[in-house]
């Protein structure tokens, strides 16, 4: 039997030729994979939003966290200002401020340092975002209970009810997006359920309930603003998330790079530090 002898460069060739199908069919298979349509009732994950480190980025996640927490504090008055309703702590807030000689934004960054001070039984650790909510908010709710005028007619206050909900949402998403740390009573709220071992939900009900029942015997305003506002800021909020999340370093890592590269170059790890 005689074997056919081959030239060098005609292995050569062959050889090029089999790594270059091989090459496109590997090109071919992640191709058909990413192209396959996403199975039904399924929705794109949210992007992290654990704790990051103040010293990484701060020039981009600084300006974005007192934004936020500026249109938040913003929001509480506009939502006061209605006089339709607001949420449980604004509710607590007013029922307050009706019976103590300090300010709206006082009694909120009061009340917000009381509830850190709940933190220490609970093992909670304060960030910088953390005390930036409690004064942010106490000073830009002041702003804006003295920019908003009382005492307006039931088409400007149902209009005030819609656009604070509204910013409120947004302002969320904005400060929570810069991922600098639960502000007080959100923390609260996590240490609970944490200590307790109850659902987030079951505690955060719990409390929401609470405050507004204290509040409403204060004489805080509970109306339909407080329905629509416990229906509306959560898809509000969470359908503007996505643009305003960060992405850590972490998240930038390349497409092939290793989860084990992402978890080493995130200071916060996949807790959130």
Do not use: K
Request: glycine content about 12%; proline content about 8%; some cysteine.
């Amino acid at each position: 039997m005689m074997l056919r002898r081959t030239s060098a460069p005609e292995a050569t060739v062959m050889e090029h030729e089999a790594t270059d199908r091989g090459e496109r069919v590997h090109r071919r298979r992640p191709r058909s994979r990413a192209a396959g349509p996403r199975p039904p009732g399924t929705r794109p994950r949210l992007p992290p939003l654990t704790y990051v480190p103040l010293r990484e980025r701060p020039l981009r996640r600084l300006p974005q966290l007192f934004a936020g927490l500026a249109l938040y504090g913003f929001s509480l008055s506009v939502l006061v200002r209605s006089s339709l309703g607001a949420n449980p702590w604004s509710v607590l807030y007013e029922g307050l401020a009706r019976h103590i000689s300090l300010s709206f934004g006082t009694i909120t960054a009061a009340l917000g340092v009381l509830v850190l001070l709940l933190w220490i039984p609970l093992e909670q650790r304060p960030t910088f975002g953390t005390f930036a909510n409690v004064v942010v908010l106490a000073c830009s709710s002041d702003l804006g209970l003295r920019l908003i005028p009382q005492h307006l007619g039931l088409p400007a206050r149902a209009l005030l009810l819609v656009g604070g909900v509204l910013l409120n949402g947004l302002s969320v998403a904005v400060y929570v997006g810069a991922r600098f740390g639960p502000g007080p009573r959100d923390g609260l709220m996590t240490g609970a359920a944490s200590v307790t071992g109850r659902s987030l939900r079951l505690v955060r009900t719990l409390v929401e309930i609470a405050v507004l029942v204290v509040g409403w015997l204060l004489g805080g305003r509970v109306g339909v603003g407080t329905v629509v506002y416990a229906l509306a800021v959560g898809p509000v909020t969470q359908f503007l998330l996505r643009p305003f999340a960060y992405r850590s370093d972490a998240g930038r890592c390349a497409p092939g790079c290793t989860a084990t590269r992402s978890s080493a170059q995130d200071p916060a790890g996949p807790s959130g530090g």
